[in-house]
């Protein structure tokens, strides 16, 4: 068995915000649409006050409530744990929406552009029309993920089967792979740090790990 995951080190993290950018300009998002993001939050009491930036986005969850809610079963499940959405299925009801407990889809009812009514050139070489009125996430870049695969790549080793924010990280603070792959560089990571996943109380059980400390919990 497969499942990818994504790994935060919130210790190496900049705030940066270069895994938004490469995201937003690889998937083509809308204004208003981010599916990668980076929170910057405040840790810590007066007079001991840091910041922390944590990557954030769809946790592709091994229980998701998006797909439970999803009324035509445009949310799916891939085997290796990619949860996707099918743009010819989905409705626009936002149900899936209300139901993910980590505010990481967005629907547009109508074309949305940079500046104003007009799209640029580049905004109208790339429009996706079945985007419009459909649910959207981070999909962990599944189209690379499989056409890298399929050229017998590694996702999380080799760059051109690897998610585009991991590649854009200049700081070395995201990772992805396979955390079945007991020998591999995701099961060493989480092995070595301490490490947290969002809502775990919720059951969902995220596919989107953060290190924040050295040794094993």
């Known amino acids: 068995m497969t499942r990818y995951v994504m790994v935060a080190d919130l210790r190496r993290c900049v ?30 009491t007066y007079p001991e006050v840091s910041r922390v930036f944590v990557p954030f986005g769809c946790q592709h969850c091994a229980n ?5 809610v999803c009324p035509s079963t445009a949310t799916k499940q891939r085997e290796d744990g990619i949860i996707t959405i099918d743009d010819d299925l989905c409705i626009g009801c936002s149900y899936c929406i209300m139901a993910c407990p980590y505010d990481a889809r967005s629907l547009i009812d109508q074309p949305r552009y940079a500046f104003g009514e007009m799209p640029t050139e580049a905004e109208a070489a790339r429009l996706n029309k079945s985007a419009v009125g459909v649910a ?26 690897t998610p585009l924010c991991v590649n854009a990280c200049i700081s ?5 792979g396979d955390i079945e792959d007991e020998s591999g560089p995701i099961a060493a990571l989480l092995a070595e740090n301490r490490w947290f996943r969002l809502q775990e109380r919720e059951g969902t059980e995220p596919g989107f790990y953060y290190i924040w400390d050295k040794g094993t919990l």
């Open 15 to 44: 705030g940066c915000q270069t895994c938004t950018a490469a995201c937003k300009e690889g998937n083509a998002t809308p204004p208003g649409v981010q599916w990668r993001r980076v929170l910057d939050l405040e840790a810590g």
């Open 64 to 68: 998701p409530p998006c797909l439970e």
């Open 136 to 161: 959207s996430k981070c999909t962990f870049c599944a189209g690379r993920i499989d056409a890298g695969t399929a050229r017998g790549l590694v996702p999380g080793r080799d760059p051109e089967a």
């Open 172 to 176: 070395g603070a995201l990772s992805f």
